[in-house]
Every structure is written in structure tokens, then in C-alpha cells.
């Protein structure tokens, strides 16, 4: 069982940075690859980025790419998501996943967190 919070969320400015944090706990924790998803009001759940569970390989969505870095300490259950340049259209509840072997797609992850709002203001 991997139990996850997310934090860091809130209002900024288009152009800003925003670092969000998910906290696990859990004994797998350390194995499980980790994602960020988000889901806009009235839109699907979409992939934004994935690290896997050693943190040696990295994947994000083309939408993000160049803007957005995960990373992860498993010595302190942490996944970190630092957002950088941030649009309007990154506006969105931001979740945190955790799956064991590794993938895009948010109906394959086994947990998930209750997420945190992200709000980007022009």
C-alpha cells in the first residue's frame, strides 16, 4: 500500500513558478515509478510527468517539456514537480500516482492523492 499527498499547489501569475511536493508513504514507496497527472475542469485526466522508481529515467508530456522537472528522493518519500514558465492552459487539480512498473497512463497507476489546485492567472 502507498498512501500519497500532494502539496504546493495555488495562484500565480502566467510566467511564474510553482514547485508542487507529494509525500508517500508506504513500504513499496521506493519501488513504485511515480507520475503527475492533472485534470482540468471538464477535461480528461492527461499525463504531465513520470519518473521511475530509482529516478534514473524520466518522461513528461510534449506540453510540458523544457518547463516542468520531476524528480524524487526515496530517502525521504518524496516526489517533487518544479513548474516553471508557467500558461494558462497548465491550470488544473495536479495528482500525484504511483505504479510499479512504469507508463503513461493514469488508469494504470495503482494510488493517487486527493491532488492540489493549480490556478494561473494572465
Known amino acids: 500500500q502507498v498512501q500519497l499527498v500532494e502539496s504546493g499547489g495555488g495562484l500565480v501569475q502566467a510566467g511564474g513558478s510553482l514547485r508542487l511536493s507529494c509525500a508517500a508513504s508506504g513500504r513499496t514507496f521506493s519501488t513504485q515509478a511515480m507520475g503527475w497527472f492533472r485534470q482540468a475542469a471538464g477535461k480528461e485526466r492527461e499525463f504531465v510527468a513520470a519518473?521511475?522508481?530509482?529516478?534514473?529515467?524520466?518522461e513528461y508530456a510534449d506540453s510540458v517539456k523544457d518547463r516542468f522537472t520531476i524528480s524524487r528522493d526515496n530517502a525521504k518519500n518524496t516526489v517533487l514537480l518544479q513548474m516553471n514558465s508557467l500558461k494558462r492552459e497548465d491550470a488544473a487539480v495536479y495528482y500525484c500516482e504511483a505504479r510499479r512498473g512504469w507508463g503513461t497512463v493514469a488508469q494504470e497507476y495503482d494510488y493517487w492523492g486527493q491532488g492540489t489546485q493549480v490556478t494561473v492567472s494572465s
Open positions: 519518473i521511475s522508481w530509482r529516478g534514473f529515467s524520466t
